[in-house]
């Protein structure tokens, strides 16, 4: 693909911000301090900004660079000022390194540094991710027409008005779904390869079932 054809880094950040953080960030002055339950509206989606740029743009864009997490902060916060009251380490006085990542960044911050640490464990270069023995919290599924031009995002009041991706938990310890029956013995997810049928530590079927039933509970759609 000729490289005038690809979206830019900044280009696409920008919009992954118009649509999924700019319609939880209110309308007031950069100095307010935010409530905790809207930062974690901010953080959650900022974390899907992260997931999309520097895994799933960059899987169909492989020059474009890996955004890390200082790298990754500025730059959102050149594109959307308002997203300032959500940092704490970035807006530091002085020039302190990063010890205890705890204590010194805010939730936002946080959940970008741990997003952009999955991206490069997941690392858009491999065409399959090495993601055996990681554990499965949840299941998100990004969902693309078959010439990869158009996305389908969830919009309703259970995405709290923002446009979001489609999110199922899994909770293993409590697993009772039909759709599910095996997900205990699940080790790996590789959505995007059908595991080998003789290894007994790959329940892709399963993982697929949940993808799958987070996209018809929220449409209709089969």
Same mark, same amino acid.
């Given at each position: ?50 997931? /999309? ?19 990754? *902060?500025?730059? +959102?916060?050149? /594109?959307?000022?308002?997203? /300032? ?65 158009? *996305? ?12 979001? /991706? ?19 013995? *699940?080790?790996?997810?590789? +959505? ?31």
């Amino acid at each position: 693909m000729a490289l005038s054809s690809v979206c830019p880094t900044e280009d696409a950040v920008r919009e992954f911000l118009e649509y999924l953080v700019d319609p939880v960030i209110p309308a007031t002055s950069v100095r307010d301090s935010p409530s905790p339950s809207q930062q974690q509206w901010v953080a959650k989606q900022v974390h899907g900004v992260v997931i /999309l740029y520097d895994y799933y743009h960059r899987k169909q864009h492989r020059q474009l660079e890996f955004l890390g997490f200082e790298s990754f *902060c500025k730059l +959102i916060a050149v /594109l959307k000022p308002p997203l /300032l009251a959500y940092m704490k380490y970035l807006q530091r006085n002085d020039d302190a390194e990063l010890v205890d990542p705890e204590k010194q960044l805010s939730l936002t911050e946080k959940t970008i540094m741990n997003a952009c640490d999955l991206c490069m464990r997941l690392s858009a270069s491999k065409d399959i991710p090495d993601i055996e023995g990681w554990s499965i919290s949840e299941v998100a599924v990004f969902l693309v027409d078959s010439r990869k031009e158009n *996305c389908l995002l969830l919009f309703s009041k259970d995405s709290n008005g923002v446009w979001s /991706l489609f999110e199922k938990d899994v909770d293993i310890s409590n697993q009772s779904s039909e759709a599910m029956p095996d997900l205990k013995q *699940c080790k790996k997810k590789r +959505i995007t390869k059908k595991p080998s049928r003789d290894d007994p530590s790959i329940n892709e079927d399963a993982m697929q079932q949940l993808a799958f039933s987070s996209v018809k509970e929220a449409t209709g759609m089969n």
